[in-house]
């Protein structure tokens, strides 16, 4: 399992701007606990990229949970299981 780094700053998202079309940029805001929220702008190009990533993780450490879990007879009908 991969652990992030403790260089890392553990944040809760704050807000997301619209996009601004003309300089090509969306706006994310972050609260860090005890001190001022951070707030970036990033290209639309890397956020695509950045988009792509998460939603590949996240549906990667689903998968990952899934099988993980035990199986399991749900059926408490005696003989149902050999159906």
Known sequence: ???????????TLRNV??????????????DVYGKQ???LRL???????MLSIVQSF?????SNKSSE??????SRIPGAEKV
């Open 17 to 30: 701007t619209p996009v601004d079309s003309v300089a090509g940029e969306i706006g994310f805001g972050f």
């Open 58 to 62: 996240i549906i990667e450490s689903h």
């Open 1 to 11: 399992m991969n652990r992030i780094p403790s260089s890392y700053l553990l944040v």
């Open 43 to 49: 290209g639309l190009d890397d956020a695509r990229v």
């Open 69 to 74: 879990m035990a199986s399991i007879v749900v």
């Open 37 to 39: 929220p951070i707030r």
